[in-house]
């Protein structure tokens, strides 16, 4: 008996707890529950988020993040968003930045376009009037790559995320694995 707990009970214990502080402190999975980032990545597709990467660079624009969304946020999508589930949308803005959604052609970025080829056009080519957003310090604006069907920044009483609201950037779609693949 004591045999069996040296060489199986005692590695498989080791082995779950690895994975438990793995998941908690450097990648975490998520299901994806809504259409939002498609093409990119599928409702229901499930992705892994690196946690520890932005402790050793910054958040930058077009990177697909995992967050918490802001309150106003949660409140405003209900239930495709709702409570404490974390977003994945894709960083348009950072601080600074001046976003413009614009009716007419594609969103500007500081007066430059900012071409994602996965996007679908934006919700301002869909009969919206053009918008501009100033982002704030600390903050970050974000859009699902399925613009005309996304609940983000674009929408939100208060468009803006929080730096310290993003939990990881979006690294793989591990499942299904007819969709597993590198995000970029």
């Not at 597709?45 to 077009?62: L, Q």
């Not at 404490?84 to 500007?108: A, S, W």
């Not at 982002?135 to 674009?154: T, W, Y």
Request: contains cysteine; proline residues 10%.
């Amino acid at each position: 008996m004591r045999r069996f707990i040296k060489d199986v009970v005692l590695p498989v214990a080791v082995a779950i707890a690895l994975a438990f502080v793995i998941q908690a402190a450097v990648a975490k999975p998520y299901e994806i529950p809504t259409e939002s980032m498609v093409p990119t990545i599928q409702a229901n597709d499930r992705i892994i988020a690196n946690r520890v990467i932005y402790r050793f660079r910054d958040v930058d624009r077009g990177d697909i993040v995992v967050f918490d969304p802001p309150r106003s946020a949660s409140r405003y999508c209900g239930e495709a968003g709702g409570g404490n589930i974390p977003f994945v949308k894709r960083v348009i803005g950072i601080e600074g930045d001046t976003v413009e959604l614009r009716q007419d052609g594609p969103t500007l970025v500081n007066g430059e376009p900012l071409v994602v080829p996965e996007a679908r056009p934006n919700p301002a080519q869909q009969g919206r009037p053009s918008r501009t957003f100033q982002v704030p310090e600390g903050h970050i604006f974000v859009l699902g790559d399925n613009r005309p069907d996304s609940c983000d920044s674009h929408q939100w009483p208060d468009p803006y995320v929080p730096i310290g609201n993003v939990i990881g950037q979006a690294e793989v779609i591990y499942w299904p694995l007819q969709h597993a693949t590198f995000l970029d």
